[in-house]
């Protein structure tokens, strides 16, 4: 257990459905990313966030939102949903936001679009 | 954050060193060097990381040559459980762009 908490572990949907990904952080950590794995792609960055800001943004779609709550954790909002969505959505959690602040990564939630 | 390669694959006999090397050779004054590992589909796995010196811990010794345009990550007594893709990431030290960003990384397979 890394202690980083992902749920749902599995969620199955339809096209054109919303669905929100939850994390929570290891206790302590400010910083929370989220990454997107699916099979042609490898591990994408979509977005990070500190102590409730955003700090950086990778190719997230703008069907895609996320924030940081004031207890830390974070949600991942996925809408109108495609086909191509299917993936495991990673969540890390760090102290800092500094590169010498090692990420902590969730078992991932495994989202299957059909 | 700085380029990396490395080997797509390899394999490696179950007790002996692996030895994982990767390229940086842009890779500037301010950057760690990063590894993690992914055991089929579970979470990214932090193992080591370094700025210009050798590093070791529990899991794993990290060798950074003297220009840092290169590194390998020496997992000492390979076992079956190691078998996993392993990526070598390059990353900014700055609060800004804290990002991991995974290139393909290699895909090790420990053989019995």
């Known amino acids: 257990d890394s202690g980083v908490t992902q749920t749902p572990k599995h969620l199955i949907t339809a096209t054109g459905q919303r669905v929100t990904l939850r994390c929570s952080p290891r206790?302590?950590?400010?910083?929370v990313y989220w990454y997107q794995q699916s099979l042609d792609q490898g591990l994408q960055f979509l977005i990070q966030?500190?102590?409730?800001?955003?700090?950086a943004k990778g190719n997230i779609l703008e069907r895609f939102s996320a924030q940081q709550f004031p207890d830390l954790h974070s949600e991942l909002n996925l809408s109108s949903l495609e086909l191509g969505d299917s993936a495991l959505y990673f969540c890390a959690s760090s102290v800092g936001y500094s590169g010498a602040n090692v990420l902590t990564f969730g078992a991932g939630s495994r989202l299957t679009v059909l | 954050d700085a380029k990396t390669t490395q080997p797509t694959s390899m394999d490696c006999a179950e007790g002996r060193a692996a030895n994982l090397p990767c390229n940086h050779s842009?890779?500037?004054?301010?950057?760690?060097v990063y590894w993690y590992r992914q055991i089929h589909s579970q979470g990214p796995q932090y193992i080591i990381h370094g700025l210009k010196n050798n590093e070791t811990n529990e899991m794993a010794s990290l060798i950074i040559t003297e220009d840092r345009k290169s590194s390998t990550l020496i997992l000492p007594h390979a076992t079956l459980r190691d078998t996993a893709v392993y990526y070598c990431i390059v990353r900014v030290a700055a609060a800004a762009g804290n990002k991991l960003t995974f290139g393909g990384g290699t895909r090790v397979l420990v053989k019995p």
């Open positions: 966030y500190y102590n409730g800001e955003e700090r």
């Open positions: 206790s302590g950590d400010l910083s």
């Open positions: 842009t890779i500037s004054g301010n950057e760690y």
